[in-house]
């Protein structure tokens, strides 16, 4: 499947078909050796003495690992979630950090995986 890159952070990337944002890529699915740049907010990927950095809008070929359908947040959390101490996670289902319904978790550890501009 391909899908853009729309959002990369130490704990991996998501990818984005456009009308589902929910596609995770955690850091150990990533091509070896990866690393994340603080500085640029990217991944990069180290081969051949060459870096090769993950663009956010690049068309990324993945293969489907997991999708995982999470059960919805209840009503009471939700409530609670105006309540909650500063500093704390945001509760899951509030406007902060909203409820996916499915998730789909991905890989582009393998060969023609990863960034479609890589193997062009």
Do not use: Y
Request: proline share 7%; charged share 25%; glycine share 8%.
């Amino acid at each position: 499947m391909t899908a853009k890159l729309s959002k990369c952070d130490s704990a991996g990337v998501k990818l984005s078909f456009g009308f589902f944002d929910d596609v995770s890529l955690p850091e150990h699915a990533l091509q070896e050796p990866s690393t994340f740049d603080p500085k640029e907010k990217l991944w990069v990927w180290k081969v051949d003495g060459n870096e090769a950095f993950m663009d956010i809008g690049e068309e990324v070929r993945f293969r489907v690992v997991a999708v995982r359908f999470p059960e919805e947040p209840s009503q009471a959390s939700l409530l609670n979630a105006d309540n909650q101490m500063e500093g704390a996670e945001p509760v899951l289902g509030s406007s902060q950090r909203p409820f996916a319904p499915m998730i789909i978790e991905g890989d582009i550890n393998a060969d023609g995986l990863g960034c479609v501009s890589w193997w062009q």
